[in-house]
């Protein structure tokens, strides 16, 4: 069986857990249908992560959507939140089956 897959591309941003409530609304206001957000750990360049404390929690904000919608939202990120927040943001290509979810 031969399925049908579509093309979108999944946007994946890290950024402190104090914004997920804007980022949601961002993304809803941008285009995207739908959002997934875990609670992560980490390190890097600003230091390491824990989420020992509140003001010290990190999430993962996926969004597959059109890449245009994609572009929209990682650029309102970069020029709104990344000047005072640690965010991270990166892309990859996805293929999806029902693509009307998204």
């Known amino acids: 069986m031969s399925l049908h897959k579509h093309p979108k591309t999944l946007l994946v941003i890290v950024a402190e857990a104090v914004l997920e409530k804007?980022?949601?609304?961002?993304?809803?206001?941008?285009g995207a249908q739908g959002w997934t957000v875990a609670?992560?750990?980490?390190g890097g360049h600003e230091g390491v992560r824990e989420g020992a404390w509140e003001a010290d929690r990190t999430i993962e904000m996926k969004l597959i959507?059109?890449?245009l919608v994609?572009?929209?939202m990682a650029g309102h990120v970069l020029a709104t939140y990344a000047p005072h927040y640690s965010v991270a943001l990166y892309f990859s290509p996805v293929q999806?089956?029902?693509?009307?979810?998204?």
């Not at 804007?22 to 941008?30: C, I, M, N, P, T």
């Not at 999806?96 to 998204?102: G, I, M, S």
């Open 65 to 67: 959507c059109d890449p």
């Open 39 to 42: 609670e992560v750990r980490g």
């Open 22 to 30: 804007q980022l949601v609304r961002d993304a809803l206001e941008r």
């Open 96 to 102: 999806v089956l029902r693509p009307e979810r998204y």
């Open 70 to 72: 994609a572009d929209k």
